[in-house]
């Protein structure tokens, strides 16, 4: 083999594995450009969903914060009138102060008219008198009747689909 030749093979295996080598490198590169992208679009997720559920804190903290401060009003009005004995109570205003905590603090108008409404006439409902009679939309109602369910205050037979009160609280 002369020199030329062997210069000119030599010069084929390293532009050979020069190609090799580029291909190698350019299939590594997109590899890594691929996972950079996966993990931006990754990051950019988990911002959304931090900056989501930043809204949803700050959010409940207003509330509680609300709250708080409807329920520090509260007992000072109530430990005002228990200072002063000689002062009655009108049961008419004690009424109102807690229905202004459960509808405006609990949010909870929904339960407290199904249960005026089940202190009714009749001793049981179904689930279609009350949502007609309320003027409540069904799933509202539904998701209420389960919560006084929970909670005691009444019987839901769900296959007969009717409510019946525990305890009656109006006479």
């Known amino acids: 083999m002369s020199v030329e030749e062997l210069v ?3 010069k084929k295996e ?3 594995l020069f190609e090799r080598f580029e291909n190698d490198l350019k ?7 691929k996972k950079y992208e996966s993990l931006k679009a990754t990051v950019a997720e988990i911002e959304r969903d931090r900056d989501s559920w930043k809204a949803k804190f700050e959010e409940a903290d207003q509330k509680i ?3 708080e401060g409807q329920l520090e009003e509260t007992v000072s009005k109530l430990e005002e009138a228990s200072k002063d004995k000689d002062k009655k109570i009108d049961m008419l205003e004690l009424l109102d102060i807690y229905l202004g905590l ?3 603090v609990f949010e909870s108008s929904t339960h407290v008219r199904l249960l005026l409404m089940l202190h009714g006439g009749k001793d049981q409902y ?3 008198e009350l949502v007609k009679s309320s003027g409540i939309g069904g799933l509202a109602v539904r998701q209420a009747i ?3 369910r929970n909670a005691d205050v009444l019987d839901y037979d769900e296959e007969k689909g009717t409510i019946v009160l525990k ?3 109006i006479d």
Request: cysteine-free.
């Open 27 to 33: 299939g590594e590169l997109e590899g890594y450009s």
């Open 102 to 104: 459960v509808n405006n």
């Open 167 to 169: 305890q009656r609280f």
């Open 65 to 67: 914060k609300r709250i």
């Open 14 to 16: 390293i532009e050979t």
């Open 8 to 10: 000119s093979s030599t």
């Open 126 to 128: 179904t689930m279609d």
């Open 146 to 148: 389960h919560d006084l």
